[in-house]
């Protein structure tokens, strides 16, 4: 049984920095795809970044590209979201999780998901 556990959320002022830990048990991963969304209170879920769990190269989303970085440590079955110059508008729950393929963008495609971790920031 897949499990994806989040880690790290917490409140922060802006310019702050976060760094989002997702540990991922259950299966080999090797071939998988582990990506970052959040969703924000009546907002739909948002694409944040994934990376191959293989190391390859990560896919950012626009809205927080040069800010957030993804990465991933094999030996401890983790992936991290490093969150620097973090603003009000990246309050939101954050969800780890795990697709079989290609990179994804839409929400839908995505096979596991981890419970989420609240990160808020204050203005």
């Known amino acids: 049984q897949v499990q994806l556990v989040e880690s790290g959320g917490g409140l922060v002022q802006a310019g702050d920095s976060l760094r989002l830990s997702c540990a991922a048990s259950?299966?080999?991963?090797?071939?998988?795809?582990m990506g970052w969304f959040r969703q924000a209170p009546g907002k739909e879920r948002e694409f944040v970044a994934q990376i191959t769990w293989s190391g390859g190269t990560p896919y950012i989303a626009d809205s927080v590209k040069g800010r957030f970085t993804i990465s991933r440590d094999k030996a401890k079955n983790t992936v991290y979201l490093q969150m620097n110059s973090l603003k009000p508008e990246d309050t939101a729950v954050y969800h780890c999780a795990a697709r079989a393929g290609n990179v994804a963008m839409s929400s839908t495609r995505w096979d596991y998901w981890g419970q989420g971790t609240q990160v808020t920031v204050s203005s």
């Open positions: 259950g299966r080999t991963f090797s071939g998988y795809i």
